[in-house]
């Protein structure tokens, strides 16, 4: 019998699955334009696009742009022959409704990919029920199968600690959240697993899992927005769909949004978005009952009426 | 003897990387792969066991060399194959299918010879593998 060429490789452990082709490494007294590879990697699009178009969220800004220096400096130190092997990139994310955990989530691929750390940077997002199954041997199967799609590319788990429930010993989150462990760690350079859910409830799913908490190497918290940073958040989403507030509707909106803050089932950028269409609604209301000849302004404007119609301001 | 079957059976077999770019190939096309394993050599044995569902909906090839890999170690010393299932409408097949891992030593087929009614003469392709029972038919007797 001939030897076995190609698939007698050695059999594949997890660790030498991928390894790439390592061109000669740089000599010791060269130098690396640093400027030149951010540029090439088009980092700063992401990070600009990520500055302007989320208003707040400083921390988490700023843990951003730490691991885009990370990687970037990886990067450079892989052409010197310095490799430190692939970081752990899992993250967890914690803060309330509304605080933009699923956006960022979504830029956090796009950046990961740019960076040449995911090798598609797709996101794709799962809750429990993707995960777990409803019977015995379902679960692996499912939780595997979403781990598979979500390969080269982020696994974002959103409201993560629905997985673990404490009242059920005999739950099959458990079996999810062991197969998802045994993946993080194995498969590092392939996948990027994203919890997202709201801080004390994670702080017990954790609590419960500690492998998980370990394994996570980024807990990043989203801070709730402040009334300047909600205005300014109402704004660029009107700017984004062609409207924008009268002199006296700013103040308007201000004055719903100081108040809004204050009520129960506060969702933060989602409620300003809520208000936003309710707006857009009693504008159009508005433009049908007055019944007159129209200029572009009056279809972009909206007035303090659309908001003062609001719940929140009837006591 | 060498088994050949399916797609690139006449060549070396191939290595991690070359499985990687295949099925990169057979995800840019759309095709959901799965993985199938066997210890039946016979050429007309179509029904192979499979190794989990097929996969639909994969961006990336590591998912399903992680897939590979369990399989060869769960059955190293049997056939695995990858098929690419094409389920565009007319289609609706398998558009590809390889082997991705083999046994050590591959003892091969005769050819038996049955009389049937009128001297005729029938034959029939027997694997030395199917001599031995099933799950125990490679590696060490």
């Known amino acids: ?315 | 003897m060498r088994i050949t079957q399916g797609t690139f059976s006449f060549l070396p077999d191939l290595t991690d990387e070359e499985i990687t770019s295949q099925l990169e190939y057979a995800l840019g096309r759309g095709w959901a792969l799965s993985v199938e394993f066997t210890d039946d050599p016979h050429p007309r044995n179509n029904y192979w066991d499979m190794w989990g569902l097929p996969m639909f909906g994969l961006a990336d090839a590591a998912g399903v060399l992680h897939e590979i890999s369990e399989c060869r170690q769960a059955y190293p010393d049997w056939y695995v194959r990858v098929c690419a299932y094409d389920s565009r409408q007319g289609r609706q097949t398998v558009a590809l299918s390889f082997l991705v891992n083999r046994p050590a030593t591959e003892p091969g087929f005769r050819l038996d010879r049955q009389e049937a009614a009128g001297r005729r003469l029938r034959y029939a392709i027997h694997p030395y593998a199917l001599d031995r029972p099933a799950g125990a038919r490679y590696g060490p007797p």
């Open chain 1, 1 to 315: 019998m001939t030897a076995r060429q190609g698939f007698a490789l050695p059999r594949p452990g997890p660790a030498q699955d991928q390894v790439p082709a390592v061109p000669e490494p740089l000599a010791d007294d060269a130098t690396v334009d640093l400027t030149a590879e951010r540029c090439g990697a088009g980092v700063d699009q992401v990070l600009d696009s990520l500055e302007s178009d989320l208003v707040g969220l400083r921390p988490v800004k700023t843990r951003v742009r730490e691991i885009a220096a990370l990687l970037l400096v990886d990067r450079v130190r892989g052409r010197f022959g310095l490799s430190a092997g692939p970081p752990s990139l899992h993250m967890c994310f914690t803060g309330n409704p509304g605080t933009g955990k699923t956006t960022v989530a979504l830029r956090m691929a796009e950046l990961l990919h740019r960076l040449g750390y995911l090798r598609r940077g797709h996101v794709v997002s799962v809750t429990r029920d993707d995960l777990v199954g409803q019977y015995v041997g379902h679960t692996a199967p499912k939780t595997r199968d979403a781990i598979n799609r979500a390969m080269g590319g982020v696994l974002f788990i959103d409201e993560a600690y629905y997985l673990y429930r404490a009242e059920n010993e005999r739950d099959y989150g458990q079996e999810s959240i062991e197969i998802l462990l045994q993946y993080m760690e194995n498969h590092r350079a392939d996948l990027v697993v994203i919890m997202a859910g709201y801080a004390d409830r994670m702080e017990t799913f954790f609590a419960s899992n500690p492998g998980m908490s370990s394994r996570i190497a980024h807990h990043l918290d989203f801070p709730d927005y402040s009334l300047d940073e909600l205005v300014a958040i109402g704004e660029l989403m009107l700017r984004e769909q062609r409207y924008r507030l009268s002199a006296a509707a700013e103040a308007t909106f201000r004055d719903y949004l100081a108040r809004r803050m204050t009520q129960p089932r506060f969702a933060n950028g989602r409620s300003v978005r809520n208000a936003l269409e309710r707006a857009r609604l009693r504008h159009a209301n508005r433009l049908i009952a007055a019944d007159g000849t129209l200029g572009k302004d009056d279809l972009m404007r909206l007035e303090p009426a659309d908001f003062l119609a609001s719940r929140v301001f009837s006591p």
